[in-house]
């Protein structure tokens, strides 16, 4: 039997929701990423189909907001919220990374480097210092870089 049937009473398929979008967003670091996962995507929509979704019920904090951003940019939702210059930064930022290749990668390994600031530095050493791992580096990313996706 789903966990979806569980669920009795409005309170608790809005707990639901929030948990939802706050796992999607903060354990997933997809807010960080600018993206939103299928997985994500997937459970919103199977809670959204048992209790009605109004944007009040969010608070006005980023986490939410970026979810809600990108998914009716996807047309997941229809929530047409007002956008300040930051969250309009941040769409224009999806827009860019869904178009063009390179800046999804760059984008990402900014990202990496500023959450996994440690890993980034031994790469970096390790990728200047050792010439296999340099040459293995290259030709695990020169593919990458030409492919269409």
Known sequence: MPGINYLKNKNEGEKLIKLCILNSQINDQNMIFCRLSLRSIYDFILISKSYSI?????PEKFVY?????LSDELGITEFKLNLSFFEKVYLFRFKLKSKYKILRILDNLACNCILFPEKIFYKLGEFLFNKSYRNHTIKKLLPKLYTKT
Request: proline share 0%; net charge positive.
């Open 54 to 58: 109004h944007s009040y019920i969010y």
């Open 65 to 69: 907001r970026s979810f809600f951003i």
